[in-house]
């Protein structure tokens, strides 16, 4: 079983509209970390946040907002009015405790953002 | 801002051939990682070292892989004997503290067994 899930393959959307990056997780860990990267065409992973299980705070990062809800095992990606640059694919990661410091990514999901 | 480094960016090798792909991890890093991304599909863990020693390591790496940090900079992935599945994009990562902490990574090499 797949223990990030990135349901979405494939988004477009137009420039300026807001679009959401879904990631649903599967841990038997109480403690653990969730991770979104971006990967833009020229292929390098970009750190955009990490979260702790005991942190269920909302975040917002100018453009960008992050909402985790640990009832629904979902840590979901908003970009507010999106633009060409926002176009990359779009990771989320698991890191748990009892299995050391390794990433466990999901699919990923590739943002095309239109002009 | 530091950041982490690898070379080559990419890589051309004859199956059955040997690599070696470089990387120079943050400087006051203490954890470093490999991952591969084949081509389209998602990011994968390969093998995480710190202290001189492989802490731990994927299925996939295998005994084709080695991993050294020969000096003080450099953190280096061998693969012995390269098939045509290993083709794929190498990433480097390193982090301050173990598990939960941010990893940054590298761009990349791009390896292409022909």
């Known amino acids: 079983a797949q223990k990030v899930t990135q349901a979405q393959t494939e988004i477009s959307v137009v420039e300026k509209e807001d679009v959401t990056l879904d990631c649903v997780y599967e841990t038997r860990d109480t403690t653990y970390y969730l991770f979104w990267y971006k990967q833009p065409p020229s292929g390098e992973l970009v750190f955009l946040i990490r979260?702790?299980?005991?942190?269920?705070q909302n975040e917002i990062s100018g453009r960008y907002s992050w909402n985790f809800q640990k009832s629904t095992s979902s840590f979901n990606f908003t970009i507010t009015a999106s633009q060409v640059v926002d176009s990359a694919v779009y990771f989320c990661a698991l890191s748990e405790a009892s299995e050391g410091g390794k990433l466990i990514f999901g699919q990923g999901t590739t943002l095309q953002v239109k002009p | 801002e530091p950041e982490v480094t690898q070379t080559p960016s990419h890589q051309v090798t004859q199956m059955g051939q040997e690599v070696i792909l470089r990387c120079v991890p943050i400087?006051?890093?203490?954890?470093f990682y490999w991952y591969r991304q084949i081509l389209g599909q998602k990011v994968e863990f390969l093998v995480s070292?710190?202290?001189?020693?492989?802490?731990?390591k994927s299925e996939i790496f295998d005994d084709q892989f080695s991993v050294e940090r020969p000096d003080g900079s450099n953190f280096t992935l061998k693969i012995r004997s390269t098939k045509l599945e290993d083709s794929a994009m190498y990433f480097c990562?390193?982090?301050?503290?173990?598990?939960?902490?941010?990893?940054?990574f590298g761009p990349g090499t791009r390896l292409t067994v022909l």
């Open positions: 979260r702790n299980s005991f942190d269920e």
């Open positions: 070292f710190y202290n001189n020693e492989i802490s731990e």
């Open positions: 400087s006051n890093h203490l954890y």
């Open positions: 990562a390193s982090s301050g503290g173990w598990w939960g902490d941010t990893q940054y």
